[in-house]
């Protein structure tokens, strides 16, 4: 961002302590951390909106209507905590612990109820801990599970925790970027040699066919009501220009076998590592059909305490049961027809919002290399999508 001497700037994150992302007269760009120095707020620099929308997003997590009992009502995500719990009762006897964002205070209720902790701080920002305050003396936790009502960033304890449990992941894994506040709670409240759960994650990524998707959005164009709408053929790839959330893959369309393509441990990955993340994949397919882009899930490990004990994993892909987060599809432009033996090699990029710090995107480049006995091709694509920001 280009400024003078003089001009006043308004700085909306600073993603590293040499480059910040600041505003001037409506433009918005990076500039220099080391040129500029603070002056105090104004009233026209308070009516800024927020960049984590926190009101929007803990008013979201306040109600029961959707979120709550989408998440309670998602099995596989539920029992795997429950799971968790249960496999680790023994080693979780008298240990202090922490469940960021409890929400409606089931993990916490969990671990009262199938171990014996000496406390759970159950903490959360919405107004849902009025509820479950009201939760945790109905099933007669009071004496285990202490509900903390505010951001976690702020709160206070009495001292430091043995386990940080915590259900933070999002579409996509990231997105709306939760993994912060756990990432700055495990360095604030997390004893020395502490558990952390989920203890490491992974997104996974796979070419795939699409073609029910395609055909719904692409061929009822071709001729609707015996009408000529080819001068909007440009305009329909519109519909592919942010990511399909909550797409359900089925596994045929598996265009290859699913690679891990970011990973995450929750012991040593800092805030500064999610502003980008890059990943690198090369596939090849395995059976013949129709490129149509990628496929995104993700999969999270929590370790064992217990000696020689096995890691509880929670896999939200196609081959186990759907989750509410399902998956996340990311539609090429154009499909390409590819065959068994093919490759297809690239990377992935997800490069937070350095404002809207909920959001990301997601840029994908990939090169399609064949081999086949008539001739040897190489196609390339490249593309970026909005999460929503
Ligand atoms: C994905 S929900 C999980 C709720 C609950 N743990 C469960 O498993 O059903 C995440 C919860 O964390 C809360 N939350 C998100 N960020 C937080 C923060 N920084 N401090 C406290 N609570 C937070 C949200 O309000 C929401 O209720």
Not at 119 to 127: H, N
């Given at each position: 961002l280009a400024f003078a001497n003089g001009d006043r700037l308004l700085v909306h994150a600073k993603p590293s302590s040499d480059w910040w992302w600041a505003e001037l007269s409506g433009v918005i760009g990076y500039i220099p951390a080391s040129h500029v120095c603070p002056g105090g707020a104004t009233e026209e620099d308070t009516s800024m909106?927020?960049?984590?929308q926190d009101e929007e997003y803990f008013d979201s997590y306040g109600t029961l209507q959707k979120l709550h009992l989408e998440m309670l009502a998602d099995r596989s995500r539920t029992e795997a905590y429950r799971q968790v719990i249960i496999s680790n009762s023994a080693s979780l006897k008298d240990k202090v612990m922490m469940d960021l964002g409890c929400g409606t205070g089931i993990i916490s209720l969990f671990c009262a109820q199938l171990a014996q902790p000496s406390?759970?701080?159950?903490?959360?920002?919405?107004?849902m801990a009025e509820y479950t305050k009201k939760l945790v003396k109905q099933n007669n936790c009071e004496e285990v599970v202490s509900v903390l009502q505010g951001r976690a960033e702020e709160i206070e304890l009495p001292g430091q925790v043995d386990v940080l449990v915590s259900e933070w992941m999002g579409n996509c894994l990231l997105f709306e970027f939760m993994v912060e506040s756990v990432l700055l709670a495990r360095d604030r409240w997390l004893k020395e040699g502490g558990v952390m759960w989920p203890s490491s994650a992974a997104l996974t990524l796979v070419p795939c066919q699409a073609d029910s998707y395609f055909s719904e959005k692409m061929h009822f164009w071709e001729r609707p009501y015996g009408l000529d709408f080819t001068p909007l053929s440009l305009a329909q790839q519109e519909f592919f220009t942010k990511p399909k959330f909550s797409y359900l893959i089925d596994p045929t369309d598996c265009l290859s076998t699913p690679c891990d393509v970011i990973q995450l441990d929750m012991y040593t990955?800092?805030?500064?590592?999610?502003?980008e993340m890059h990943g690198h994949f090369q596939f090849w397919i395995d059976r013949s059909g129709t490129f149509h882009g990628f496929t995104a899930w993700f999969n999270v490990d929590f370790k064992s305490m217990e000696p020689g004990g096995t890691a509880v994993q929670l896999d939200t892909g196609p081959h186990s049961r759907p989750t509410h987060w399902k998956q996340t599809l990311f539609m090429s432009d154009r499909p390409v027809s590819v065959h068994e033996g093919d490759s297809i090699s690239g990377s992935i990029v997800l490069h937070r919002n350095p404002v809207w710090r909920r959001h990301m995107t997601v840029s994908l480049h990939w090169n399609i290399n064949s081999s086949s006995k008539d001739a040897s091709s190489c196609q390339a694509g490249t593309k970026s999508f909005p999460m929503w920001r």
């Open positions: 909106p927020d960049p984590w406390m759970v701080y159950a903490v959360e920002a919405s107004s990955l800092q805030v500064k590592d999610l502003e």
